[in-house]
């Protein structure tokens, strides 16, 4: 092969390569992005206008400093998170939302009531990681201070009532609504008994963005690309299991399949956990 030959195979190898690089990194940004669309063809639901994006950065923290303030009865750790259910349930889902997210408002619109029973049956508990990622991506303050007040929620033992609120009414993911301390206290007169002093206090007061900051700074350590992310005892189920895509028959199924042979939970429920029947 001439001098000539080799320089263009050269060339021409290095422009293959660079370009493999860019389709990487491109397929990478893709796999990111087509969570959005997942919730969509998984849950099939109306299209969701939404950035579910990698973990970001430094926006949508407190800018409070202060010492972080745990939610009454939060798991404590490097990943806090406030638990739901009877804790001696023998599955656990865990979840890390924001209350910004659009997907995590379609997921929980599809998966609530399904959630809900496997908790009521001792089936299950959930452990909620609340984060700031849409803050971080669009800015503004929304998703810290609706994570904050669902902590007050917590506090008063009405967590699950009040999350739920949150996501029904949940604005457009551009429209930083939930930055109102205003808003978020005027949706807490949905649950009964929660709209107190000490609840608006607590939100006024922003008691736990501390608390939401070391949350979401579990989630950017974490290898988790989007909210929510979503596991059944440690393993990934959003947007599906293994073969399987996520659907409120195929998460019951995936827990009595994890429960076999083992007895359901009967100690009491978490706090601010739903109403037992």
Excluded at 62 to 79: C, H, L, Q, Y
Excluded at 160 to 187: C, F, G, M, R, S
Excluded at 219 to 240: A, C, H, M, R, Y
Aim: aromatic share 6%; charged share 25%.
């Amino acid at each position: 092969m001439s001098e000539k030959n080799r320089d263009g195979s050269q060339s021409a190898r290095e422009r293959l390569r660079h370009q493999r690089e860019r389709d990487k990194a491109r397929e990478k940004q893709r796999r990111v992005l087509i969570v959005s669309a997942a919730v969509v063809g998984v849950l099939g639901l109306a299209a969701v206008v939404g950035v579910i994006a990698a973990n970001s950065g430094g926006k949508g923290t407190s800018d409070k400093a202060g010492p972080v303030v745990e939610p009454t009865g939060a798991i404590p750790g490097d990943k806090p998170a406030i638990p739901q259910g009877r804790p001696d349930a023998p599955s656990t889902l865990t979840v890390w939302e924001d209350f910004r997210c659009p997907a995590c408002a379609q997921f929980e619109s599809v998966m609530r009531d399904s959630i809900h029973q496997l908790e009521a049956s001792g089936a299950l508990k959930a452990e909620y990681h609340l984060v700031t990622l849409i803050d971080g991506n669009l800015g503004g303050s929304g998703s810290l201070r609706a994570a904050n007040a669902g902590a007050c929620a917590q506090d008063a033992g009405k967590f699950t009532a009040y999350h739920d609120v949150l996501y029904k009414n949940q604005p457009q993911e551009t429209d930083d609504a939930y930055a109102k301390n205003a808003k978020l206290i005027e949706l807490a007169a949905q649950v009964p008994g929660l709209d107190t002093p000490a609840f608006r206090a607590c939100v006024e007061d922003g008691t736990h963005d501390s608390w939401v900051k070391k949350s979401q700074d579990a989630f950017k350590k974490s290898d988790f690309t989007g909210t929510p992310s979503v596991l059944l005892n440690g393993e990934s189920i959003f947007p599906q299991k293994g073969n399987e895509q996520i659907s409120p028959e195929n998460l019951k199924k995936w827990v009595a399949e994890a429960n076999k042979g083992k007895k359901p939970g009967t100690a009491s429920p978490a706090a601010g956990s739903p109403a037992r029947h």
